[in-house]
């Protein structure tokens, strides 16, 4: 197997096991709402997973300033 192949399978894997995630909220959430006296709406608001909200920053002068490093290091 490829390290391509390999890292593929992993987010494959991770991509099944969010929306397994997602669906048990959703389930739940479902449930809370036939014995709830005001629904809730939002489904984050039961709880948030870990990938969810979080937004990364890129920092694109230094990614420039490694890339140039690699190419002086290896050549180009």
């Known amino acids: 197997m490829t390290p391509r192949a390999f890292f ?3 987010e494959g894997f991770e991509s099944l ?3 397994d995630l997602e669906v048990v909220r959703l389930q739940t959430l479902y449930s809370i709402n036939t014995w709830a006296k005001t629904p809730i709406t939002d489904p984050q608001a039961l709880w948030k997973y870990p990938w969810e ?3 990364k920053k890129v920092d694109v ?3 420039r300033k490694r890339g140039k490093e690699l190419v002086k290091r290896y050549g180009g």
């Open 8 to 10: 593929n399978a992993i």
């Open 17 to 19: 096991r969010r929306t």
């Open 53 to 55: 909200g979080q937004v």
């Open 61 to 63: 002068e230094e990614l």
